[in-house]
């Protein structure tokens, strides 16, 4: 195995490791190499979030800061970054760092199975927002908790933990210190082991574009990531092995998003939480859409170009894109082409992608004057989990009539769906109640979903006419309660 060494900072010293297999977890390599058994392992899936660490990275001049899942995030994906583990947050002399500290005061940990990871997503929002003196509200700490869960339902104490360890006295860190030693680490390094000359193809972690290119033709059978938020579950749960691992992530082309005039590019290795920050800022609406599109460290890690090229059914991402009519553009050593979103999806997960091609960016439209838009996600549990139902609506509005309509539907179909049968429906339609009614009903007549663990077929397709009625309910009445409205939950508390 040709793998190079792996480095990152910690503690704030350099650690180097060498023959970290390129399919091995991060949260594998903590445990067992480290013996930092303070990340624990509970669903082996980023549902739970008990393997939670922080990691930090150059960005904008400055850092930035995710809590992700080490449970399925490969190992040498950290490599050039700075990592926080539960072990490395009080001081020498045993001093609490304010996000364990808060925990203590506000009696958040019961079993005490959890907490770790509670600590290490608190230590993220720490760094990320009262560092930078921002106060942590109800509403923050609940979105930026979304990716932790207690099994002994302690959530109230820990929201306020959340909200009290900016009271507690600070714990800066020297981040100048920090990025000088990333900006050394990025620095090429000697490869193979002990320094031994190598070309370490076992984890191939280009930089930029031509680069991912020819090694994407070069290496047809490597396993391409892009966050690993689901070959991680592959690893895990499937105990896949990968002999050669492809990571996008590092690709600088890549990892951009840009304002086209016509179109927000966003690369596609860019987090999903960036590129759904950077979707709402244009449509304010999709806030509560956004926040509940899993967990957040799941979406600190993964991608949106990942989420489209794995072609899973049920990703919320796709029904989205379709809705707002986004393009694709995928690259490859021939050059580069463009397809609608919704012709990437051929067969449940086939898509049109090449054996030598990459997603390389999606270009969403802005909005259009009279663009009315609703994304409704139904799930068993209302925070991080996988949609039942996944259906978005895209109205173009124009004197009470319906000039445009684009829907994409996902969970209903063994592909992300255009309902291009409702949208017959209501083009050239007056908006009435009638018209949300055919277009329910022409849903239901263009899908024929299945039964599974999440929802039976029946449940799905009465969904799908329930959702149009709903979205004419929300067009007459805006202020018609809406469960996910950010502060409806802690309203109800």
């Known amino acids: ?21 390129p399919d091995r977890t991060l949260l594998d390599l903590l445990r067992e190499d480290l013996a930092a058994t303070g990340t624990k392992e509970g669903c082996g899936e980023g549902d739970c979030g008990a393997c939670t660490v922080v990691v930090a990275e150059p960005a904008d001049g400055g850092l930035r800061w995710r809590a992700i899942n080490s449970c399925i995030r490969l190992a040498h994906s950290v490599d050039g970054l700075a990592l926080w583990t539960v072990e490395d947050l009080a001081a020498a002399d045993g001093t609490l760092h304010p996000a364990q500290a808060a ?15 509670f600590v290490m997503s608190l230590f993220g929002m720490y760094q990320g927002r009262v560092a930078r003196g921002e106060t942590i509200t109800r509403d923050t700490a609940q979105a930026d908790l979304s990716g932790n869960l207690c099994r002994c339902t302690g959530y109230r104490p820990i929201l306020d933990a959340a909200c009290h360890m900016g009271t507690l006295p600070p714990v800066p ?46 290496h047809p059978q490597a396993q391409v ?9 592959w ?13 996008v992530t590092r690709t600088r082309e890549l990892r951009g998003l840009a304002d086209t005039g016509a179109a927000l590019s966003i690369g596609a290795a860019v987090p999903l939480a960036d590129a759904f920050d950077a979707l709402v800022a244009r449509r304010p609406q999709l806030l509560a859409f956004a926040r509940r599109f899993a967990g957040l460290t799941v979406r600190n890690s993964g991608t949106l170009g990942g989420n489209i090229a794995n072609g899973s059914p049920i990703g919320d991402s796709m029904p989205l894109l379709i809705a707002l009519g986004a393009t694709l553009v995928l690259a490859s050593v021939r050059g580069e082409r463009a397809l609608p979103i919704e012709d990437f999806f ?15 960016r999606i270009e969403v439209p802005h909005p259009a004057p009279g663009e009315f838009l609703r994304a409704f996600k139904v799930s068993k549990r209302y925070d991080d989990d996988i949609s039942a139902v996944c259906l978005v609506v895209n109205l173009r509005l124009q004197a ?34 009638a018209a949300a009614r055919a277009a329910g009903q022409a849903l239901q007549a263009q899908f024929s979903p299945i039964s599974d663990m999440r929802a ?25 309660p809406r469960l996910e409205t950010p502060g409806a939950l802690e309203a109800l508390a």
């Open 1 to 21: 195995m040709d793998v190079k060494p792996l480095r990152f900072i910690r503690r704030g010293d350099v650690v180097t490791l060498h023959g970290v297999p």
């Open 103 to 117: 925990m203590v005061q506000c009696h958040g940990s019961q079993c005490g199975f959890c907490t770790p990871g």
């Open 173 to 218: 860190v020297d981040e100048a210190r920090l990025l000088a030693q990333l900006h050394d680490l990025a620095r090429p390094a000697p490869t193979g082991h002990d320094g031994a000359p190598g070309t370490g193809t076992a984890y191939l972690a280009p930089t930029r574009l031509p680069e991912l290119l020819a090694l994407r033709a070069a």
């Open 225 to 233: 990531v892009a966050g690993c938020t689901d070959v991680g579950l």
């Open 235 to 247: 690893v895990t749960k499937q105990h896949r092995r990968y002999d050669q691992v492809l990571d």
């Open 346 to 360: 051929l067969a449940y997960r086939r898509t049109a992608l090449a054996a030598d091609e990459v997603v390389a």
């Open 400 to 433: 009470g009539q319906v000039a445009a309509a684009r829907l994409g539907a996902g969970g209903v179909a063994a592909i992300p769906a255009r309902a291009t049968q409702a949208e017959a429906a209501l083009a050239g339609q007056p908006w009435t109640e």
């Open 456 to 480: 039976s077929a029946d449940y799905r397709r009465a969904l799908l006419a329930n959702l149009m009625r709903r979205l004419w309910l929300e067009s007459q009445d805006s202020t018609l």
